[in-house]
């Protein structure tokens, strides 16, 4: 083998091994895509300006948007912001005192409610994924974190068509409040 071929066939392994990085970055990318139209839909919030809201003002949202809503609860010492989209995604966020609405910071506990038709069956289909945090929960609902991600725990009900999302800055707390209920639909 002469020089210029040995230059060349050390040249063709690099860029074999350059369009082998090239594909599994595009795959990656597809992956991504993939999970942000299934799961991650959650629509923009353009538009939408988040405002204080009161208990009582949580508890007539399900009326106002035509569907139900989830939330955290009731809890002392913070000012519930809203934010509802033209889509009719609604978000709650805890905003502990001395923290502003419309603060950019996402510090704080948030639940998002989000019409998608067949909600329960994207939560299905996104558990069968491999290494996605799954875990059942009551009246046979799925939850679902992906774990690069795993402060947003995303859940849904068989036969419903809203998906639902609770962030927590703590994946641990996010999961936790899914998985003991404490997240549940205005009444």
Not at 67 to 80: E, N
Not at 103 to 130: C, M, Q
Request: proline share 6%.
């Amino acid at each position: 083998m002469t020089r210029t071929d040995h230059e060349t066939a050390q040249f063709g392994g690099a860029f074999a091994h350059l369009r082998l990085v090239i594909i599994g970055i595009a795959a990656a990318g597809v992956l991504l895509c993939a999970w942000l139209l299934v799961i991650r839909d959650t629509g923009s919030s353009s538009g939408s300006k988040p405002v204080a809201s009161s208990a009582r003002d949580i508890h007539a949202l399900p009326d106002s948007v035509g569907h139900a809503v989830y939330w955290a609860g009731a809890r002392p010492s913070v000012t519930y912001e809203l934010t509802r989209t033209s889509r009719g995604y609604v978000y709650i966020r805890y905003l502990p005192q001395g923290v502003e609405v419309g603060d950019k910071r996402p510090d704080f506990l948030t639940v998002g409610t989000y019409p998608k038709p067949n909600a329960y069956a994207s939560i299905e289909k996104a558990a069968k994924r491999k290494g996605e945090i799954v875990r059942t929960i009551g009246n046979g609902g799925l939850a679902v974190a992906a774990p690069e991600r795993p402060q947003s725990v995303y859940f849904a009900f068989p036969g419903s068509d809203l998906l639902v999302e609770v962030y927590d800055p703590s994946a641990a707390k996010a999961l936790q409040a899914v998985v003991s209920g404490k997240v549940t639909q205005i009444r």
